[in-house]
């Protein structure tokens, strides 16, 4: 079966921009968790969305925000962009509950 | 607040040795933990997981424990190859979606 699909691959925006990256789960999944990798911080929970509901969110400025649709596929977006939210953007779906993530391979943002 | 820590960040091997990499947790109420294998600007593919009921899990050449008590993991992979290059996360997860990840650890192996 298909996997964790995330687009756009790769995006280069300029300060104050913004940008929304998509994340497709796997079929049947209703859980989609979000997560920001840089180079000093490492990978960080940004949200999770299930059954179009935010379940959780990391600590994060209001400038980043996701919804999810009834197919399950998430959105999230970050407005007013800077240079420290150059990042890998990784997507996770899972099935209901605590459960193994399946990651995405990841939208690849830098900011100029 | 969990805390994940993988000590070192980075281990250069021969080829054919036998790596032990290590994770330590701070919350001993985990629900898994879980190993991850990254390569360079890629994604993260899930390697083992371990539920809190475990002791161990094992594939192929790889075997992962894990203590709750003592809030660490361990990842041993087998005669490692050049191959195994990558950098190999650690993340422990709770009642919800949310992992909380090490900084991981990069591996090379040098033929």
């Known amino acids: 079966k298909a996997g964790v699909t995330q687009t756009p691959r790769y995006l280069i925006k300029t300060r104050g921009q913004q940008v929304t990256l998509s994340c497709s789960p796997i079929s049947g999944h209703r859980s989609v968790s979000w997560y920001q990798q840089t180079p000093g911080q490492g990978l960080q929970f940004l949200f999770e969305y299930f059954s179009e509901t935010q379940r959780n969110k990391g600590n994060f400025p209001g400038r980043f925000s996701g919804r999810q649709f009834s197919n399950s596929r998430s959105e999230m977006n970050v407005s007013t962009l800077e240079l420290g939210d150059s990042a890998l953007y990784l997507c996770a779906s899972s099935l209901a509950g605590p459960n193994v993530l399946t990651f995405g391979a990841g939208s690849r943002l830098t900011v100029l | 607040k969990q805390e994940v820590t993988q000590i070192p960040a980075a281990l250069s091997v021969p080829e054919g040795e036998n790596l032990v990499l290590n994770c330590s947790f701070t919350?001993?109420?985990?629900?898994?933990l879980q190993w991850f294998r990254q390569d360079p600007g890629k994604g993260l593919t899930s390697l083992l997981l371990i539920q809190s009921s475990q002791r161990e899990q094992t594939s192929g050449r790889l075997n992962a424990s894990l203590d709750k008590s003592s809030g660490r993991s361990t990842l041993y992979i087998a005669a490692s190859q050049p191959g195994d290059s990558a950098t190999y996360l650690c993340?422990?997860?709770?009642?919800?979606?949310?992992?909380?990840f090490g900084k991981g650890m990069k591996l090379t192996v040098n033929p």
């Open positions: 993340a422990a997860q709770g009642g919800s979606e949310k992992l909380v």
């Open positions: 919350d001993s109420a985990i629900y898994n």
